[in-house]
């Protein structure tokens, strides 16, 4: 079964997403489960739920990393968000046993945004055992 949700994203940051995706998974048993971003400055990670810290450490990281270049040629301008994206990635694939994510005390799925305030998207695709 495949699901499609929406949100609003801020200008750059991680959106907490475990909820949707728990959502989506509702009634399977067993199995797996991809969750995928269908845009090309943005991502999804699974990373630490309980120090809101860790996200703004993420973005500064990222920002740090890949930060904006006057040598960029994209004529959009959003080069370092294009470079964040392929380093984070577009998707993830979860575990789903006894009808619950299998994901570590701390862990969450988060939407990484890196080029909004934008409507975005992602797809949540839910596969039997």
């Known amino acids: 079964m495949l699901r499609k949700f929406q949100l609003d994203t801020p200008r750059e940051g991680f959106i907490n997403i475990t909820s949707q995706v728990r959502e989506a998974i509702a009634g399977i048993d067993s199995g797996i489960c991809v969750i995928f971003?269908?845009?090309?400055?943005?991502?999804?990670?699974?990373?630490?739920?309980?120090?809101?810290d860790v996200t703004r450490d993420l973005t500064l990281g990222l920002n740090k990393a890949f930060p904006d270049r006057p040598e960029?040629?994209?004529?959009?301008?959003?080069?370092?968000?294009?470079?964040?994206?392929?380093?984070?990635?577009?998707?993830?694939?979860?575990?789903?046993?006894?009808?619950?994510?299998?994901?570590?005390?701390?862990?969450?799925?988060?939407?990484?945004?890196?080029?909004?305030p934008r409507k975005r998207s992602f797809y949540v695709k839910a596969i039997k055992d």
């Open 37 to 52: 971003c269908p845009h090309t400055t943005a991502a999804i990670t699974i990373n630490e739920n309980a120090d809101p």
């Open 72 to 116: 960029f040629k994209h004529s959009e301008g959003n080069s370092h968000a294009h470079l964040k994206s392929s380093c984070v990635g577009v998707s993830e694939t979860l575990i789903i046993e006894q009808g619950h994510l299998v994901l570590g005390t701390w862990q969450s799925v988060y939407f990484c945004e890196f080029d909004g």
